[in-house]
């Protein structure tokens, strides 16, 4: 087991609230593929490939408005080549690496993938490559590692369960995953989803989907993230996780910047409208009284 003392030492304080960029996650990562070892660096990377599934699914799709995220493993020209290599191989050549999800996905996206699928076809293939991730990732040998998979995995489902429910739709069609509570949430009728055996952070979460407010909802999620990473770490404070930790909080925060400003952005074109619209009446009524 490998120890960072002098790289988790030297890292900045952070807090959610943060209004600047310390690091990107694209620099952070970047320093730490220089300092990691070869193993932590594959533990790691199972966070970074979920911005390869992205790019992945834009290939797929012929996508030419989204960008490409250099933030995942595999570079735009990696990506080609193994869907290439996939889609005229039965495997990949020796010495290219590849999650074995990311391998049947692609083998199964070939045999499926209509040239023209509409927008649900895109939505159920996205969903299945989201579940693919998520049962590779929590099978990882690092526990902590595993467990915040599963930790977001049960978010996601139970904001998938009460939309669901809130809108009369079959929670089966959009439930991800096999874990025993995605398992009671396809079940359960009840309020609380009858999660009473699930993770401690479950009730809390729950009382948080309820929030109607979009931001409010978001940030108290995030902090939701924020503690448990806290307290998860607490008592490996040099280990690769409080690195992992370190990086999912970077992410959060970078996140929010650019959250932040969209959401103020989107105020303010709103506020000047109010104005102009207000402007408008006011006119409309001084000429009307002055007839």
């Known amino acids: 087991m490998s120890y960072y003392y002098c790289l988790i030492s030297g890292l ?7 209004h600047k960029q310390i690091y990107s996650v694209a620099g952070f990562k970047a320093e730490l593929d220089l300092m990691l070892s070869g193993h932590d ?6 966070f970074f490939l979920k911005y390869d599934n992205r790019n992945l699914l834009s290939y797929l799709w012929k996508n030419s408005a989204c960008t490409f995220d250099g933030r995942g493993v595999y570079t735009e020209e990696e990506i080609r080549e193994i869907c290439d290599l996939l889609k005229s191989e039965d495997r990949i050549p020796a010495g290219i690496s590849v999650p074995a999800y990311f391998a049947d996905f692609i083998r199964d996206s070939y045999e499926r993938l209509e040239s023209n699928g509409d927008a649900e ?12 991730y998520y049962h590779e990732a929590m099978q990882c040998e690092n526990k902590f590692m595993a467990l915040w ?9 139970v904001m998938t369960a009460y939309n669901c429910r809130k809108y009369g739709l079959d ?5 991800i995953g096999d874990t025993e509570t995605a398992k009671i949430l396809r079940r359960s009728g009840v309020r609380d989803f009858n999660t009473g055996n699930a993770p401690d952070y479950m009730s809390e979460l729950i009382r948080i989907i309820e929030e109607d407010d979009f931001m409010m909802r978001e940030k108290r999620l995030d ?20 690195v992992i930790a370190y990086l999912l909080q970077l992410e959060m925060i970078e996140r929010w910047l650019v959250l932040d400003k969209a959401y103020g952005e989107k105020t303010f074109r709103r506020l000047v409208a109010e104005m102009k619209r207000g402007s408008s009446e ?9 007839k």
């Open 41 to 46: 660096r594959r533990i790691i990377n199972r």
């Open 149 to 157: 998979f599963e930790l977001n995995l049960n978010i996601g489902n």
């Open 12 to 18: 900045p304080s952070i807090t959610l609230d943060d």
């Open 223 to 242: 902090v939701l993230r924020w503690n448990w990473l806290e307290e998860e770490t607490f008592f490996k404070p040099f280990g690769i996780e409080s």
């Open 121 to 132: 076809m895109h939505q159920l293939r996205e969903d299945r490559l989201s579940s693919l």
């Open 171 to 175: 929670g089966d069609d959009y439930i």
């Open 282 to 290: 006011t006119l409309e009524k001084f000429k009307e009284n002055n």
